[in-house]
């Protein structure tokens, strides 16, 4: 079919405790948010119960935010992710069935943070993805591992120390 596909895509950052205190290289606080809304629909096909619905696949509102704060080698960030619901087929069916191969996919949120610390020639490093410990999907399969949703990964950390010589 024809799809008509529109929005606005922006990304803004600030660094507040630069512009607060531009005299001191040591300290950063930066807010940052990338935000995409879409509007998306089928215009013509073949297949007439599509028309006017959601391209498969295309959210709605697609959101990453956070803050990145560091003084002198010691750096920490929090970011923040949001995706509204969308669809897997032109139908907009929002039940799967059985198979779950179709269907709606709900929205999610999840937040992270990292922590890192250099100094010499070392970095250690630290982080925990999906801080909340949400459980969610992004996709559905038709074959291998499904039929089914694939889930997302639970919380998960890691820690890293690099040396550079």
């Known amino acids: 079919g024809q799809a008509v596909i529109y929005g606005l895509e922006s990304y803004a950052e600030a660094d507040f405790l630069r512009m607060m205190q531009p005299q001191n290289t040591n300290i950063s606080g930066v807010l940052f948010a990338n935000v995409a809304v879409i509007k998306s629909s089928y215009k013509a096909s073949e297949i007439t119960a599509v028309i006017g619905k959601q391209v498969e696949f295309v959210p709605k509102i697609n959101l990453k935010s956070g803050l990145r704060v560091g003084y002198k080698q010691l750096k920490a960030s929090f970011q923040y992710t949001y995706l509204s619901d969308q669809f897997t087929e032109a139908t907009n069916a929002v039940d799967g069935g059985v198979s779950a191969v179709v269907g709606l996919i709900p929205a999610y949120d999840i937040m992270d943070v990292s ?51």
């Open 115 to 165: 922590l890192s610390y250099a100094f010499r020639q070392f970095r250690l490093e630290t982080s925990i993805n999906n801080l909340a410990d949400k459980a969610y999907f992004t996709r559905r399969a038709t074959g291998y591992p499904g039929p089914g949703i694939l889930p997302s990964d639970g919380r998960s950390f890691y820690l890293t120390l690099q040396a550079k010589f």
